[in-house]
């Protein structure tokens, strides 16, 4: 595993890092088995270290990281702090259980290095976006050593647009370990750099998936995922695809958008009808069973109840796969008293509408919203009308597992309107 370069480290010294430390603090701690089970731009919004099963000790690695980058920590004292938690916590070694890997120095400097720089370009890529006006266009570097892949090493060098579909799945890093990152150039600079070499000129098409299978080296279990791939043409007509390594073609600038002004309050924020969608969504699947007040008349009954209709067990998760260009779901037990807090725990009634909810919804909306600290925060609003013509569904997922869900009658349909507002993320082909 190839050290930073002296290139690398100076050029992250001239980051903005309140950026990148601002985008790995505002990930939610998720737990994991196997980093596959977030998949894609769900890493931009949750933080997790496969295997790693406390919640607490996640967080304690993820603020030695953060501390890493907002304190400048060398790698080797960042290191040596992260693996004193994780021997202190029994987190090293082989598992006993299965023989499985935990803590070990390898794994610590991948850590280390996966989460800075993935903060780092999440960081570099807010602030090339502000600078767009003056710098329109980005160019892709790689390290050329011994180290880097040959599919990135091809595309050092080469420049497209700023809103080139292509950056979606091809803004660096593109794996593990990947050192690759992006400058953005003048108009100026960048056409004399096309015109001397045309080649270096690309125009890429929209990001690509297909489903592949990858395959636990561990257990042998395995793991149908999507892999992205991209199709880059330059000047000279000559087409070429970029494949991102498995489950890395996403862009780590994602969730560091910010909302557009007044979101969530402003009345001419974009809404359904600035996106063209009907102002009542119409019905097209029965209503699951709704259980009885005696099912859920005590704290015990709701909290079983949800178990069995999420199908998550006591202490462990459950990964709702949402659709296409949706971040999937991950139900924590832990989470799921919140369902029926408080006075009114008749929303436990409602369990079995939650899955089929996230897994079949008639649309998604990304949501920018202020918390209590005053900072913006982003959720997937998962809306779904019922047959049955006495409720709406609103699902409302946060990073870190917590849901929220209210029910609707058929006659206030038009008050879920209200929750449909940022950005559309999918909605159901009514044909």
């Known amino acids: 595993m190839p050290e930073l370069s002296a290139a690398d480290i100076g050029h992250a010294l001239k980051l903005a890092p309140d950026a990148a430390v601002e985008f790995l603090r505002g990930k939610k701690v998720a737990?994991?088995?196997?980093?596959?089970?977030?998949?894609?731009?769900?890493?931009?919004?949750?933080?997790?270290?496969?295997?790693?099963?406390?919640?607490?000790?996640?967080?304690?690695?993820?603020?030695?990281?953060?501390?890493?980058?907002?304190?400048?920590?060398?790698?080797?004292?960042?290191?040596?702090?992260?693996?004193?938690?994780?021997?202190?916590?029994?987190?090293?070694?082989?598992?006993?259980?299965?023989?499985?890997?935990?803590?070990?120095?390898?794994?610590?400097?991948?850590?280390?290095?996966?989460?800075?720089?993935?903060?780092?370009?999440?960081?570099?890529h807010r602030r090339q976006k502000e600078s767009t006006a003056t710098h329109p266009y980005w160019k892709y570097i790689a390290i050329r050593d011994g180290s880097t892949r040959e599919a990135h090493r091809q595309l050092h060098g080469?420049?497209?647009?700023?809103?080139?579909?292509?950056?979606?799945?091809?803004?660096?890093?593109?794996?593990?370990?990947?050192?690759?990152?992006?400058r953005a150039l003048t108009a100026a600079r960048a056409e004399a750099e096309m015109a001397a070499a045309p080649?270096?000129?690309?125009?890429?098409?929209?990001?690509?998936?297909?489903?592949?299978?990858?395959?636990?080296?561990?257990?042998?279990?395995?793991?149908?995922?999507?892999?992205?791939?991209?199709?880059?043409?330059?000047?000279?007509?000559?087409?070429?695809?970029?494949?991102?390594?498995?489950?890395?073609?996403?862009?780590?600038?994602?969730?560091?958008?910010?909302?557009?002004?007044?979101?969530?309050?402003?009345?001419?924020?974009?809404?359904?009808?600035?996106?063209?969608?009907?102002?009542?969504?119409?019905?097209?699947?029965d209503d699951p069973e709704v259980l009885s007040a005696a099912d859920i008349d005590t704290a015990a009954k709701s909290l079983a109840a949800l178990r069995s209709a999420t199908g998550v067990t006591k202490g462990g998760n459950r990964r709702a796969a949402t659709p296409d260009g949706v971040e999937d779901v991950i139900i924590y037990d832990e989470h799921l008293p919140h369902l029926f807090d408080g006075t009114d725990k008749s929303r436990a009634r409602y369990a079995n509408f939650l899955v089929p909810t996230l897994e079949r919804p008639d649309e998604v909306w990304l949501v920018g919203y202020k918390n209590n600290k005053g900072d913006y925060e982003f959720r997937q609003h998962f809306i779904k009308a019922w047959k049955n013509k006495s409720t709406f569904t609103l699902g409302v997922e946060s990073t870190d597992g917590q849901l929220f869900y209210t029910f609707f009658p058929a006659r206030k349909r038009k008050d879920i309107n209200k929750k449909r507002i940022g950005e559309l993320l999918y909605f159901r082909d009514e044909d």
């Open 31 to 124: 737990v994991t088995e196997d980093w596959r089970e977030l998949w894609r731009a769900a890493h931009t919004r949750a933080f997790t270290v496969a295997k790693m099963a406390k919640r607490d000790l996640l967080a304690k690695t993820r603020e030695i990281i953060a501390r890493k980058l907002a304190e400048g920590l060398s790698e080797r004292q960042a290191a040596a702090e992260l693996e004193g938690e994780l021997r202190k916590a029994g987190w090293w070694g082989k598992r006993d259980a299965d023989g499985a890997q935990l803590g070990s120095s390898r794994r610590i400097k991948t850590i280390l290095r996966t989460n800075a720089n993935t903060a780092y370009a999440a960081g570099r």
């Open 158 to 182: 080469k420049i497209l647009k700023h809103d080139d579909p292509a950056w979606e799945a091809i803004y660096p890093p593109n794996g593990f370990n990947c050192r690759c990152r992006v």
């Open 199 to 285: 080649e270096v000129k690309l125009k890429g098409d929209a990001p690509q998936t297909r489903d592949v299978d990858l395959v636990s080296r561990r257990t042998g279990e395995v793991f149908t995922r999507k892999m992205t791939d991209v199709k880059l043409t330059d000047a000279n007509g000559f087409e070429r695809w970029f494949t991102p390594d498995a489950g890395w073609g996403y862009n780590p600038g994602a969730a560091l958008r910010r909302p557009k002004p007044g979101m969530f309050a402003d009345p001419n924020q974009r809404d359904w009808k600035e996106v063209g969608r009907p102002g009542v969504i119409q019905a097209v699947d």
